[in-house]
T-cell receptor, first 112, second 113 residues
Framework: DQQVKQNSPSLSVQEGRISILNCDYT??????FLWYKKYPAEGPTFLIS?????DKNEDGRFTVFLNKSAKHLSLHIVPSQPGDSAVYFC???????????FGTGTRLTVIP | DVKVTQSSRYLVKRTGEKVFLECVQD?????MFWYRQDPGLGLRLIYF???????EKGDIPEGYSVSREKKERFSLILESASTNQTSMYLC????????????FGSGTRLTVV
């Protein structure tokens, strides 16, 4: 059973606009959430994370928002750049868990 | 800079062959993981190891085994490769004390023909 879900397999945005990638989870024990970015033929790289005690974390052009009541998080990229074109994976975990739980990924295409 | 190295970027193997995928990390991490990535299915955990000679099944262990004889090396073994094991295989590691962040290798694209 998929505990972390990314319901949009793909997203296209114009360069300079905002990209919003969404992620939903079902396990209320999750207390830490991460976003990974993956280019073709490369391994995922860590992008940004958020603890469940926060509702927002910002790092440059990237901001992650967490809505615990809705079990929803989103990644905002502003402004979007062509180099942001990649597959983005949402992941979640909880203290004591053996591993991260990943979503199915969203392919972002930023159109120049 | 910390590194997780997967020995092959691309592999082509025949059905029925025994296949070894190797992963080495230089960060002295206790935990190591093998995932496969398939379109529409995301990253699925095959096996993980929390210490030398220790292993645990993940979500999709069937058809695979693992070996961890040394802390830095975690091998994934396809006992008899089948075409449905054609996939991108990703190795990752993390410190035991860090419940959250993984460092991934670059991946091995395996094609079974």
């Amino acid at each position: 059973d998929q505990q972390v879900k990314q319901n949009s397999p793909s997203l296209s945005v114009q360069e300079g606009r905002i990209s919003i990638l969404n992620c939903d989870y079902t396990n209320s024990m999750f207390d830490y959430f991460l976003w990974y970015k993956k280019y073709p033929a490369e391994g995922p790289t860590f992008l940004i994370s958020i603890s469940s005690i926060k509702d927002k974390n910002e790092d440059g052009r990237f901001t992650v928002f967490l809505n615990k009541s809705a079990k929803h998080l989103s990644l905002h990229i502003v402004p979007s750049q062509p180099g942001d074109s990649a597959v983005y994976f949402c992941a979640a975990s909880f203290s004591g868990a053996n591993n991260l739980f990943f979503g199915t990924g969203t392919r972002l295409t930023v159109i120049p | 800079d910390v590194k997780v190295t997967q020995s092959s970027r691309y592999l082509v193997k025949r059905t029925g062959e025994k296949v070894f995928l190797e992963c080495v990390q230089d960060m002295d991490h206790e935990n190591m993981f093998w995932y496969r990535q398939d379109p529409g299915l995301g990253l699925r955990l095959i096996y993980f190891s929390y210490d030398v000679k220790m292993k645990e099944k993940g979500d999709i262990p069937e058809g695979y085994s693992v070996s961890r004889e040394k802390k830095e090396r975690f091998s994934l073994i396809l006992e008899s490769a089948s075409t449905n094991q054609t996939s991108m295989y990703l190795c990752a590691s993390r410190q035991q004390s860090n419940n959250y962040g993984y460092t991934f290798g670059s991946g091995t694209r395996l094609t079974v023909v």
